[in-house]
């Protein structure tokens, strides 16, 4: 995703390596989440960050993403408050339901003026992420500056990062970049100033797919506890609960294996990959053209 960046001249670490041998292999829900899911090194086991013998690191430029939010206010308006909304009204006795015995008590983490606010792992990781730049490359002065758009969580982001990237984080200025059609690409968010872009593009494709992935589990819950109906929107927000509620309170009964399978989990990456190819890579490819 594009959304939101900030732009340090110094280098970027990632955080959060998972890891496993070939012989305890454990499928992961929160390693397909797509972008909700906890930061964590892909690369197993992870690159040598060291640069080829005889090299050495004079200068780096980074673009990075802000760090974990409390939600994205679309899929949290779209997907997690209907979802919610649901379970405060209903009269299904969760206790009964063996899977989902834990929504009895389930209490949600988020709350509609947390939308889009920066969490405080997500501070942790910002400035985690700055000492991991200062200790990497120790030969390198610290920054002047850093840039980044104005959205809060970026702001914060950024700020966090000077506090792990300085000794005094007032030795670096944060400056924001604002966006608008008269900056043309003069943004590190140029939404508005790129009219072949459309936030909703892809929105139908994925869509489509997740009436067919969330078939099997509406199957199920509905059996389980029919007078609650669910659909597969609910599916999908409790997909994206499991993310967002891991980065808030550090774990989510949502990503229990038992109540979706892998394959299921797949699905939801799957149908995230499908939108952000029709949202993103074909417009960058026709842009290109």
């Known amino acids: 995703m594009f959304s939101s960046p900030l732009l340090l001249t110094t280098a970027l670490c990632a955080t959060g390596v998972l890891s496993h041998s070939p012989n305890s292999y454990h499928f992961d829900p929160l390693r397909h989440l797509a972008g909700v899911a906890p930061p964590f090194d892909p690369i197993d086991p992870p ?57 009895a008590t389930w209490q949600d983490p988020i709350t509609d003026a947390e939308q889009e606010m920066l969490t405080r792992s997500g501070k ?6 700055g000492v991991d730049i200062a ?9 002047k500056k850093i840039w980044t758009s104005t959205a809060e ?13 300085a000794d005094d984080e007032s030795d670096i200025s944060v400056v924001q970049i604002q966006e608008g059609e008269e ?10 100033s790129c009219p072949a872009y459309s936030s ?6 994925s869509s489509e797919f997740l ?13 389980a506890a029919p007078a609650f109906n669910f659909t597969a929107t609910d599916i999908y927000g409790m997909s994206l609960i499991c993310g967002y509620e891991t980065v808030i309170r550090g ?4 990503c229990n294996l038992e109540l979706l399978t892998p394959n299921e989990w797949l699905g939801f990456e799957y149908a995230n990959d499908i939108q952000y190819h029709y949202n993103t890579g074909i417009r960058i490819e026709k842009l290109n053209e």
């Open 47 to 103: 690159l040598d960050p060291a640069p080829p013998q005889g090299c050495n690191v004079t200068r780096a430029a980074y673009l990075v993403r802000h760090a974990a939010i409390f939600a994205n206010d679309f899929d949290y308006e779209t997907y997690i408050e209907p979802f919610t909304d649901k379970l405060k009204n209903t009269t299904v006795d969760w206790t009964k339901v063996p899977v989902l015995s834990f929504l």
């Open 124 to 129: 942790l990781q910002a400035t985690k992420l």
């Open 135 to 143: 200790q990497r490359y120790q030969s390198l002065r610290t920054p």
């Open 153 to 165: 969580r970026t702001v914060k982001s950024a700020k966090s990062l000077t506090h792990g990237l």
């Open 183 to 192: 900056d043309g690409a003069n943004s590190l968010t140029p939404y508005k």
């Open 200 to 205: 909703s593009a892809g929105s139908d494709q």
């Open 211 to 223: 009436e067919v992935y969330t078939k099997p589990a509406l199957g199920r819950f509905n059996a």
């Open 251 to 254: 774990s989510s009964p949502f």
